[in-house]
């Protein structure tokens, strides 16, 4: 770590431990700290607002220093404010910053909420999104379990912040390959979507999609093919039959009919699959590139050698471009 920025972090420590024990770095009568206060804040919304980071960070400094001053330091004020300024460091990804002030402020939360408060809930899940953000999976698990926890107790088990939640897990569980605790999350993530969403809603298709795709990492490929099939009928339905969100699933679908040897169903996926790559910009052609070379395999497969090297041919041309 570079000497500013363990000078930037001593200095926030400093911040925290002298409000903490009680004392003052604005001086002045309160009635001017108060107007001072007021005008800091519309700055540093207005300098978040168009990107002037740097303004905003002086500006919310300067907003902490008072509010521990005229609220004390355990205020919710206070907590808000340290929360914005650690939001100021995360955009910048200066992420040890910004995790010494999140825990304050999450400190101040706990103190002045019930063990089940709902904001303590959002709290510990925001925890676990700044974690998320900083390629902590570890971290940010612990805080969206916490998190879950309290949501279950506070709306029951079918409320969209609840299948939120599951899906942050699920995301985890899937990029450590641990398919197993994933299924069921996201099965509870279908559930609840299906439960309070209307029919062929984006987000049954999507969550139907990631579990499908959960089935497929573990080989089981005929429950993930009969998924599959239900999101692409979803999204024909929403969004007609050659949107680009449909890519992925013919792709992994027309995966599946090939290693189960259904070449027809396969060759028809990645039919699709090419006249929705071919829609795209030119700069977008590897996945063309790819759909063609492997259709070009299903029909070796299947016997049908004139159209395999018709395919062959049209590769080549587009290589020698």
């Known amino acids: ?10 200095f926030l420590f400093v911040l925290i431990l002298f409000l903490v024990l009680g004392g003052s770095f604005a001086y002045g009568d309160k009635a001017a700290l108060r107007a001072e206060l007021k005008e800091l804040k519309k700055e540093a919304t207005m300098s978040f607002s168009f990107d002037e980071y740097e303004e905003a960070e002086k500006a919310y400094i300067r907003i902490v220093e008072i509010e521990g001053d005229l609220l004390g ?21 200066k992420y040890s910053d910004a ?3 999140y825990k304050r402020s999450l400190v101040i939360k706990e ?17 676990g999104i700044f974690y998320s953000h900083w ?43 641990e ?12 559930s609840i979507k299906e439960k309070i969403l209307r029919r062929n809603h984006p987000e049954i298709a999507e969550a139907l999609n990631t579990l499908a795709n959960i089935y497929y990492f573990q080989g ?44 027809s169903k396969a060759i ?36 049908d050698s004139a159209k395999a090297d018709l395919l062959h041919d049209r590769i080549k041309k587009n290589i020698n471009k």
């Open 1 to 10: 770590m570079h000497n500013k920025s363990l000078k930037k972090i001593d």
């Open 73 to 93: 330091a355990d205020h919710p004020d206070l907590a808000r404010s340290l929360h914005n300024l650690a939001v100021i460091y995360e955009v910048q990804d």
């Open 99 to 101: 995790e010494l002030l």
């Open 111 to 127: 103190k002045a909420l019930e063990e089940d408060h709902i904001d303590r809930g959002t709290a510990l899940y925001n925890m």
């Open 135 to 177: 390629g902590k999976p570890s971290e940010a698990e612990s805080f969206f379990e916490q998190a879950l926890t309290i949501y279950d107790k506070n709306f029951g088990s079918n409320h969209p912040v609840t299948a939120e939640t599951l899906d942050k897990l699920v995301q985890i569980y899937v990029s450590r390959e």
């Open 179 to 190: 398919y197993g605790k994933a299924e069921g999350f996201a099965r509870r993530v279908v």
């Open 220 to 263: 089981k490929y005929d429950a993930a093919r009969d998924l599959y099939e239900r999101v692409i009928v979803m999204k024909e339905v929403v969004m007609g039959p050659d949107h680009p969100s449909l890519a992925p699933t013919l792709k992994n679908l027309g995966s599946i009919y090939q290693a189960q040897r259904n070449y």
């Open 268 to 303: 028809f996926m990645n039919e699709r699959l090419i006249s929705i790559h071919e829609e795209e910009p030119a700069e977008n052609q590897k996945a063309l590139a790819e759909a063609l070379s492997n259709l070009e395999l299903l029909y070796r497969a299947k016997g």
